[in-house]
């Protein structure tokens, strides 16, 4: 066993038949797609092709869809680009406690621009309940945005039920579904949201693209001001190799979705190994939803140690996993995430999170239940910790 | 003569050597800068890598970059990244009337926001006069964004002597360098600038990568907010194989700045085609500085044509040029930088912009001399209002 990577939530590699798409348009097809001539043009109609390709995958039409930089950016045009073109209605937000970085501190950025956000709670499998929801609109409430899975933990939020909350008090709802577009079917409709996030980090796209999903008449204030591409919605020369590389990646993910090669077995690996740890380490706890989670996420706490110190000895031995998001690994002791689903802050600290795709084989599972353990025990053997908790 | 590609502002072609240095990111070294494991580490090594480079060409330190997805990106984290961060201090910025679009319409949000934004005139060269800045300098202005070169009118700014009013006056002062670093020598030191822009979109560099040079005492708010990426200052995974290919394309283009390969050859075929064209041509205006201006750039405005219709023309016959910005080309009849300058929007109107780099020869730009004329001549035949001149 050379390596076994299982943190895809984090990078994927590019796809082979994904890399050889976008190769053409580095050097070859180069032309700015705003240009005027045939160069120009011709890898416009590209652009709009992926466009097209994006939108029917979702759900949604192509004139719904802008390319960004990536999940991240998205997220933020999502909630800063409603919050300012809708300060006139109101200056009230609703986001759940566990969402994403990018939700979270452009909603604290809006904080200090003057509008006022309602933080809400979730259960103790990180699930938002809806009647909660209802509660905390208000008339000033102007948009809620409410990730479709977490990274961290997995789990599921019932997104069709919120954005029935939603609809009946004509509030505007983005869900992030960087996690579950392409992992899980997505379609806009059936969820009823008015905006998504979407990348293509876990599927194979290259890194630096991303897009958004926002139904035609949602006003958006940009994010990046300046020329006309995106529809005057997002400036700067449109990437288009990263785009070429989103679509053909969301295609193929769309493909193994619909031929099953991605859902049940990647769900059996999953449930392997949450099983395997649980019956081999004692004082462990799986986060998340039991059921209502993504097919490959599998994440645990393991009390008395430090989940960094874990991954180094795990990869020393070749797996490869998180702690919980890569964008906060080195900002946070613990994870807002854990600690809302209320997790101790000493059991928090001992998160690990395995992300496996369609490229995973369930020999990588066996070989993760065989290291898992006994690195768990040489970490616990040194911690002061675990031996006064053993010794009362 | 197969293709006279003179459109380089607008897109090149990713170089070889910039291609071969990216291709190892995509699918080999994929991992994620923010991991804690050797796969995430190696790739950060990379990034921090590029970083000092791209530091040390500008002359800056490497804690002083960010790597955005965009010149335009770029662009709106300086504007709004200084507005916000100092809004305290004032609310009154200055910016030229030539801006870049990503410019301008940062500043026209901040507007929406509550700031107030004076827009400097220039002269009939394009030129910012420092003694104008400095009457429009007020206590409460916090931001002055002068660019360093326009990328329609190819006239170069005198950023030194407009950095020396901004800091006898204590304000920020931001330069848009995506038309000069690369093209000519750009230290941030000399030119006294706090913010710097740059893409590589002109050299050879990949799209979708952009970085921005901050004086390492400005305090900045962010643009795309998130995760602890770019020291916390601009959120999204790393885009690795658009960052090594930015600092290779920059790598080698100050290699032949050095050299001199770019310098003076290009300089040359400029005023070939600049001469030429005026020969050739009656009722042509060559606009921006005669010689304060980017070294492969020529723009012209003729008389009583449509500069759409002429490069639709040209490109037939396989000349590539512009009509000035490709953000802005189906936005606007006429051009805000052109009329800046005086021009009157009946000239305005045919504007033509050749921008040119090491890989053009003096063959190409007897080709253009050779076909421009008749296709000026073609399209003024068809021209009620030349014909009405000429009666005159």
């Not at 259960?123 to 948009?143: F, Q």
């Not at 796209?205 to 949602?218: E, N, S, V, W």
């Not at 690996?269 to 209502?292: A, D, F």
Request: charged residues 25%.
């Amino acid at each position: 066993m050379n390596r076994v990577y299982m943190d895809h939530a984090a990078a994927t590699p590019v796809r082979r038949r994904v890399l050889d798409a976008m190769l053409p348009y580095f050097d070859r097809e180069f032309g700015n797609p705003s240009t005027v001539y045939d160069m120009g043009s011709k890898v416009k109609q590209v652009v709009e092709g992926q466009r097209e390709k994006v939108a029917e995958l979702i759900g949604a039409k192509p004139g719904e869809i802008i390319f960004t930089s990536s999940g991240a950016e998205a997220n933020n045009l999502a909630i800063k680009g409603v919050a300012f073109a809708r300060q006139k209605k109101g200056d009230h937000l609703v986001i759940s406690s566990i969402e994403h970085h990018s939700v979270l501190n452009s909603a604290r950025f809006l904080e200090r621009m003057g509008f006022e956000v309602a933080f809400l709670a979730v259960d103790k499998y990180g699930l938002v309940e809806p009647e909660r929801l209802m509660e905390a609109i208000r008339p000033e409430t102007i948009l809620v945005s409410i990730m479709h899975a977490n990274n961290e933990i997995g789990t599921i939020e019932p997104i069709s039920e919120i954005s029935s909350v939603c609809r009946e008090n004509g509030v505007v709802f983005h869900t992030d579904g960087v996690a579950t577009v392409g992992n899980i079917p997505v379609k806009v409709d059936k969820l009823g949201v008015d905006l998504l996030s979407l990348s293509g980090v876990s599927l194979g796209a290259p890194k630096g693209i991303g897009a958004l999903y926002f139904r035609d008449r949602i006003r958006l204030m940009p994010l990046i001001h300046g020329g006309i591409q995106e529809r005057g919605r997002r400036a700067g020369t449109e990437n288009v190799p990263a785009i070429v590389g989103l679509g053909k990646a969301l295609e193929l993910a769309a493909e193994e979705l619909a031929n099953g090669v991605n859902g049940s077995r990647v769900r059996e690996m999953r449930n392997t190994l949450v099983s395997g740890v649980q019956e081999r380490i004692e004082h462990s706890k799986h986060t998340g939803h039991p059921e209502k989670r993504l097919p490959g996420h599998a994440s645990f706490c393991f009390e008395a140690i430090e989940g960094e110190a874990l991954l180094f000895m795990l990869s020393q031995g070749g797996v490869y996993a998180n702690t919980g998001s890569a964008c906060a690994s080195k900002a946070l002791k613990t994870s807002p995430v854990l600690a809302a689903i209320g997790i101790p802050p000493e059991v928090a600290q001992g998160s690990i999170v395995f992300t496996m795709n369609g490229s995973n084989r369930i020999e990588e599972v066996e070989y993760v239940l065989e290291k898992l353990p006994p690195a768990v025990e040489r970490l616990r053997s040194f911690s002061p910790v675990w031996k006064k908790s053993m010794a009362a």
